[in-house]
């Protein structure tokens, strides 16, 4: 009875394995949203252009931010609509996020250093779809059909896997920061320690030669005798 269910454990891994390979193979590696990574220089204003049309018009996509490194880690931020309506703006902001129903036309995303005078900014911001579509929708096929069991456990994985994307995504900017936030610790320490390192040594040798002037016996002179 426990090798049936070792064995039976097997084929289903051998089966899930088999499902995930089939659904990237037929629906390819699709992106359903955004993300970018970039420097900021000191006085600048950036700004990136989504064109929305077709099926991503009417769903709600979710506009997300954050400052990796430089300066105090604060970047200006805004949200524009084809119309020229701003729908989200921060000033001096380390992270944030906007949920927002998309609509036919370009949406920009605008960042601004400018009241840094020399520090550069690393952002980064990701515009995602807050609706997982299913793998036939991206793959082109947009007639409604009845789903066959494979194909509804092929949604499934996929929503699962889109999860686990945006969740080691999330780790990735996280480790990235703190890696970051510790090398520049461990440069302050570093200099701080060297610093201290050249007072003590400055402060020994001051001394010793303090001392030895106690001690130093005075050879007396002619005009002393």
Same mark, same amino acid.
């Given at each position: ?68 490194? %430089? ?33 036919? %036309? ?120």
């Amino acid at each position: 009875m426990a090798s049936l269910t070792r064995h039976s454990v097997s084929l289903r891994s051998v089966w899930l394995i088999f499902l995930f390979i089939t659904c990237k193979t037929i629906a390819g590696v699709s992106a359903s949203g955004t993300s970018l990574i970039f420097e900021l220089p000191d006085k600048e204003n950036y700004c990136f252009s989504e064109e929305f049309s077709g099926t991503s018009v009417g769903k709600r996509f979710r506009f997300q931010y954050k400052v990796i490194r %430089g300066g105090n880690n604060d970047v200006d931020a805004k949200v524009v609509s084809p119309n020229g309506l701003v729908l989200f703006k921060e000033l001096k902001k380390h992270e944030g996020a906007f949920v927002f129903d998309s609509s036919r %036309g370009e949406f920009r995303f605008c960042f601004g250093n400018e009241f840094s005078t020399f520090t550069h900014k690393i952002v980064y911001f990701e515009l995602q779809n807050q609706e997982v579509s299913n793998l036939a929708v991206e793959a082109g096929d947009v007639v409604p059909t009845v789903k066959t069991s494979a194909e509804a456990s092929c949604d499934v994985i996929h929503e699962q896997m889109s999860s686990v994307v945006t969740h080691q995504r999330d780790y990735r900017i996280k480790e990235s920061t703190g890696r970051h936030l510790a090398d520049n610790m461990n440069k302050g320490v570093t200099w701080w320690s060297v610093g201290q390192t050249i007072v003590i040594l400055l402060a020994g040798a001051g001394q010793v030669f303090l001392l030895k002037t106690f001690f130093t016996e005075r050879v007396p002179t002619k005009q002393d005798a």
